[in-house]
């Protein structure tokens, strides 16, 4: 097993560079072994394992800064255990492409950032410079984050959680960017009442990002699902994205097919009578050689 850690380490040094301190260490079946998964964040590790925990982990050699393992379990999320390094120090700051961000080990869902979404944090970076971005199911706002450093004239940030926002707004700062300047929005609610408000106001972004959790409970809208409601999303958003605009849409459901999600972009489209220019899949990023369970597709609008 410890043979298998250190061929993915190998492997990972070869892709990733030096303004990259955080990614997927060991992907599960990816790297040989489907019953765990290790991340990186600066150094530290966070091993999520399916049913027993991997005792290989804890006896490879390799350099780290402290050692966490959380299972995975879908219907309690416990917070991650330390096994070895500082159990105090769980809230630290990681660099993604020389981006910072606050992260925290010991929470249970997620520690603060999908590092599954590197790939698509850079290409907003580099599409978002002059135009407005809305950043649906924010999170803790990294995409915003990198749309403000691509020189943003705006960005806008919904999340249901107010705690999500202020993170992300500390997220803001470590890249040195004041969260509370005027052209950075941050509106806690449901989305699909936002974009509805932002409709009837007449206000036009020249990106959003949708990357909604599969399931979500949500004010009026009751309970989102992607397999059910993705395309009636899309076509909210797609009234406020203005000609020449694109659309950032991403898809974590493993019960949903790339084939299947991309006729639900298009018929949301469709929905919202809006002309598609082009529409491309990404693949995922290259640390994340297992199950291709992220769909991402950029859509142009013409």
């Known amino acids: 097993m410890n043979n298998q850690i250190n061929t993915a380490f190998l492997k990972r040094k070869e892709i990733l560079s030096e303004a990259t301190d955080s990614f997927r260490l060991f992907d599960g079946i990816g790297d040989g072994n489907s019953d765990f998964f290790i991340d990186v964040f600066a150094g530290h590790w966070l091993v999520s394992y399916l049913d027993k925990e991997p005792e290989s982990v804890v006896k490879c050699e390799l350099p780290r800064e402290s050692l966490w393992f959380k299972k995975l379990d879908k219907n309690n999320k416990e917070s ?159 009234h406020l994205i203005e000609r020449g605009g694109w659309v950032l849409a991403s898809c974590n459901h493993r019960g949903i097919s790339s084939e299947k999600f991309g006729n639900e972009l298009i018929i949301g489209m469709d929905n919202a009578r809006r002309n598609i220019k082009t529409i491309n899949q990404k693949p995922m990023t290259s640390d994340f050689p297992g199950d291709d369970y992220l769909k991402s597709f950029w859509i142009e609008i013409e």
Request: glycine residues 8%; aromatic residues 12%; hydrophobic residues 35%.
């Open 80 to 238: 991650a255990r330390c096994e070895e390094g500082d159990s105090s120090n769980t809230q630290i700051t990681i660099r993604e492409n020389n981006v910072r961000y606050l992260v925290d080990l010991k929470i249970g869902y997620s520690q603060g950032i999908f590092l599954d979404q590197r790939d698509n944090r850079f290409e907003v970076r580099a599409r978002s410079s002059g135009i407005r971005i809305l950043n649906c199911f924010s999170y803790t706002c990294a995409f915003s984050v990198v749309a403000a450093l691509g020189g943003a004239a705006s960005t806008t940030s919904i999340d249901l959680s107010n705690s999500y926002l202020e993170w992300g707004k500390s997220n803001f700062e470590l890249n040195g960017i004041d969260p509370n300047q005027d052209e950075h929005y941050f509106c806690r609610g449901d989305v699909f009442e936002w974009l509805r408000q932002f409709r009837k106001k007449e206000r036009m972004f020249g990106g959003i990002i949708l990357d909604p959790p599969s399931f979500s409970r949500a004010g009026k809208q009751g309970v989102f699902s992607a397999e059910k409601d993705y395309s009636s999303l899309v076509t909210e958003a797609a």
